[in-house]
């Protein structure tokens, strides 16, 4: 290499090296240039979130007003287009306990050295069994059936005219189909039936005092009465028969062991017990009101229990206010993020 390679390349190296302290002057006066004009720049007052959001709903009000407007005009034609339901109820309470006798029956029990009262059903509290037998798939199906209740719990399905039910539509039998189930004639099955009148007959208890509601909903108020006051009925019924069975068996088995007895004493306890189930059939035979007791019988209601307009219209208006409010700040936020998404 020459002398003259050398002092080309020393006077290239420091050019560059000019070039460089010229480059970071530039940028680091650049950089206090700007940072000279933000600070001269004027102050944007910092805004609550409160405030933001006020002015996102006041922007969208219009839109809030017609989602309220909306729910509330629904509310309202589904309050006049829903058939009106009225509630009919019983008020009733058990009746006097006549099961006292199973505690004399006990004692004879184990004076003759029986550990139980083979074949004798011993009644529970009066009022516990009478809900039991209330609230029983069984009542409900011989309710159906001892009234011919599905015509009127189906009016739909039937056919007034012709006293018979109406041929099943071409989607039911579709449906039916499906599912491998015969084609029928078009009735209701009782299984259905028991579900719907579940649906329809609600039963409240209160136990501190005793008292039993039954209550009827449905669209005809006189049927609605009507179905009531003749469930609470068949239920006592059902639980005097059952009465009645009980008290037969008892004097039966009483019957049997007195004569086996061959103390006069024992004897004597076997015909007290015995002349107290005599009691308790005689007063099954003879009481109107035999193990309910009814206080207040229904009456077809004048005022309907569903729909309560006025209430159904006022929550569905709040909840179409804060429907709106929610949809109003949903689509401020999402134009926020398409905004920002544009700027990037």
């Known amino acids: 290499m020459t002398i003259f390679d050398n002092t080309a390349s020393a006077e290239y190296a420091s050019d560059n090296e000019f070039d460089c302290q010229l480059r970071i002057s530039v940028t680091m006066s650049g950089i206090s240039s700007n940072r000279t004009s933000i ?27 017609s989602t309220t407007g909306v729910v509330a005009i629904a509310a309202v034609i589904y309050s006049l287009l829903t058939p009106p339901l009225y509630e009919a109820t019983v008020t009733a309470t058990a009746a006097d306990d006549l099961s006292h006798s199973v505690g004399g029956l006990s004692s004879i029990a184990s004076q003759l050295g029986v550990d139980g009262l083979v074949g004798l059903e011993l009644p529970n509290p009066p009022l516990t069994e009478a809900l039991t037998v ?36 071409a989607l039911t039998r579709f449906m039916r189909g499906l599912q491998g189930l015969p084609q029928g004639d078009g009735s209701p099955s009782i299984w259905d039936a028991v579900k719907k009148m579940d649906r329809v007959l609600k039963v409240d208890v209160d136990r501190k005092n005793e008292i ?4 009827v909903d449905w669209t005809d108020p006189a049927i609605a009465a009507k179905w009531a006051n003749e469930i609470v009925h068949d239920t006592d019924e059902v639980l005097r028969q059952r009465t009645l069975t009980e008290t037969g068996r008892s004097i039966a088995f009483l019957e049997a062991q007195a004569a086996q007895a061959s103390l006069s004493e024992l004897r004597q306890s076997i015909y007290s017990v015995a002349t107290q189930e005599l009691r308790r059939s005689m007063l099954a035979n003879v009481r109107a009101n035999f193990a309910l007791k009814v206080l207040d019988p229904a009456v077809p209601p004048e005022e309907r229990s569903w729909p309560r307009r006025t209430l159904l219209v006022v929550v569905a208006t709040i909840f179409g206010f804060f429907l709106g409010c929610l949809i109003a700040l949903a689509r401020t936020y999402i134009e926020d993020i398409s905004i920002q998404a544009r700027v990037r």
């Open 212 to 215: 039993v509601l039954v209550s």
């Open 134 to 169: 209330l609230k029983s798939r069984a009542l409900t199906e011989h309710f159906l059936k001892k009234y011919n209740v599905l015509p009127e719990l189906y009016p739909y399905r039937w056919d007034a005219d012709k006293k018979q039910w109406k041929p099943p539509s």
């Open 39 to 65: 600070d001269e720049m004027p102050r944007i007052p910092s805004v609550s979130a409160s405030i933001l959001l006020w002015r996102s709903l006041w922007g969208s009000r219009v839109w809030i007003a």
